[in-house]
């Protein structure tokens, strides 16, 4: 019976590892990240997105990022202006909303996306 739970536990491990990340054939990356290395991707060439709403927003944001409302009428069509050819850093409270948004971004022909793991609720940084 251990060997059947340990099988288990191994087989929930590998795949939800392999959901955290990723990469297509064609280069596009869509990866869940640490806190650690979601930080070491800032930069003035990516685009650092919150998707939490604006009174979340307002108590507190990573960076000089940039609000766009999961919950928001012109969420789609604030995400289709972002620049395409640019990294994508996204996050909300907890990583639901910016696990879908990232999703999104995939879908729309982003190239390069990060999520943080965890969301805000899981940055150290504060």
Same mark, same amino acid.
């Given at each position: 019976?251990?060997?059947?739970?340990?099988?288990? $536990?191994?087989?929930?491990?590998?795949?939800?590892?392999?959901?955290?990340?990723?990469?297509?054939?064609?280069?596009?990356?869509?990866?869940?990240?640490?806190? =650690? *290395?979601?930080?070491? $991707?800032?930069?003035?060439?990516?685009?650092?997105?919150?998707?939490?709403?604006?009174?979340?927003?307002?108590?507190?944001?990573?960076?000089?990022?940039?609000?766009?409302?999961?919950?928001?009428?012109?969420?789609?069509? =604030?995400? =289709?202006?972002?620049?395409?050819? *640019?990294?994508?850093?996204?996050?909300?409270?907890?990583?639901?909303?910016?696990?879908?948004?990232?999703? *999104?971004?995939?879908? $729309?022909?982003?190239? =390069?996306?990060?999520? $943080? *793991?965890?969301?805000?609720?899981?940055?150290?940084?504060?």
């Amino acid at each position: 019976m251990k060997q059947v739970l340990v099988v288990f $536990l191994a087989f929930i491990a590998l795949t939800s590892c392999s959901e955290a990340q990723e990469k297509t054939a064609d280069g596009i990356i869509n990866e869940v990240v640490t806190a =650690e *290395k979601f930080k070491s $991707l800032i930069s003035d060439d990516v685009q650092l997105i919150d998707v939490r709403t604006p009174g979340e927003y307002d108590g507190g944001k990573i960076g000089n990022a940039v609000n766009i409302d999961f919950y928001g009428a012109n969420f789609d069509a =604030e995400l =289709e202006k972002l620049d395409k050819s *640019k990294t994508v850093l996204i996050y909300c409270a907890a990583g639901g909303r910016s696990g879908k948004a990232a999703k *999104k971004l995939a879908k $729309l022909g982003f190239k =390069e996306v990060y999520d $943080l *793991k965890g969301g805000y609720g899981n940055w150290p940084y504060k």
